[in-house]
């Protein structure tokens, strides 16, 4: 089963615009965590956010917040006044325990989004 | 910031080798680091969870005996595809976990495996 869901495959925003890149997950532990990672055409993995699942606030770093709605297992990104250099591919992930104590993180599919001058 | 440094970047190897891929963290100690697999335009695919002292995790469908993992310190894990072949030609990358929360997971640069 799909753990983590990104259903828009590609985004356009224009710049200096905001931006709400969507994310649903599935998952039945009570403390897990959320990430969200923009990986540009380098191929590097940068970290955006981070979400746990206790977090009563939504979290926010510069630019990007997330819009945590518990109930509805949703973990949406929102950049706000997007950037020509935020042209990338933005990956939700979510971390969770496996039995003995361990963690995986586990990524959706990917959102593609392009920032138009 | 943490850094998380992955080599080889890039190695073309013939089919039939064995190629060796390292993960270091610099300035942390990791206890945990991940394996991910990535095809072009695809998600990262989660291979294996490698802690540090003990065994690796391996995912559903990753085979133990073909991608090698060995995570014999704090700052080291390696990746080894043995007797690789053109269909294990991907990108892969590493992830490691720095102690305590997990409000970060710090990645490596990648490595681009093509066998010929």
């Known amino acids: 089963a799909q753990k983590i869901t990104q259903t828009q495959p590609g985004m356009f925003v224009q710049e200096k615009e905001a931006v709400t890149l969507d994310c649903t997950y599935d998952?039945?532990?009570?403390?897990?965590?959320l990430f969200w990672y923009k990986q540009p055409s380098s191929g590097e993995m940068i970290f955006l956010i981070y979400?746990?699942?206790?977090?009563?606030q939504n979290a926010t770093e510069g630019r990007y917040s997330l819009n945590f709605q518990k109930a509805r297992k949703s973990a949406n990104l929102v950049i706000s006044a997007s950037q020509l250099g935020d042209s990338a591919m933005y990956f939700c992930?979510?971390?969770?325990?496996?039995?003995?104590?361990?963690?995986?993180?586990?990524f959706g599919i990917g959102t593609k989004l392009q920032v138009i001058p | 910031g943490a850094v998380v440094s992955q080599h080889p970047s890039r190695v073309i190897c013939k089919s039939g080798t064995s190629v060796k891929i390292e993960c270091r963290s610099l300035?942390?100690?990791?206890?945990?680091m991940f394996w991910y697999r990535q095809f072009p335009k695809k998600s990262l695919m989660l291979m294996a969870t490698?802690?540090?002292?003990?065994?690796?995790?391996?995912e559903q469908g990753v085979e133990k005996d073909k991608f090698l993992i060995n995570h014999a310190s704090l700052t080291l894990s390696t990746l080894t595809v043995t007797s690789a072949h053109p269909e294990d030609s991907s990108f892969y990358i590493c992830?490691?976990?720095?102690?305590?929360?997990?409000?970060?997971?710090?990645f490596g640069s990648g490595t681009q495996l093509s066998v010929l």
């Open positions: 992830s490691a976990k720095p102690p305590g929360g997990y409000e970060k997971l710090f």
């Open positions: 998952t039945s532990d009570q403390s897990y965590g």
């Open positions: 979400q746990g699942s206790y977090d009563e």
């Open positions: 992930a979510m971390r969770e325990g496996l039995p003995g104590g361990y963690q995986k993180v586990t």
């Open positions: 300035d942390f100690q990791a206890t945990t």
């Open positions: 490698s802690n540090e002292g003990s065994k690796a995790t391996y």
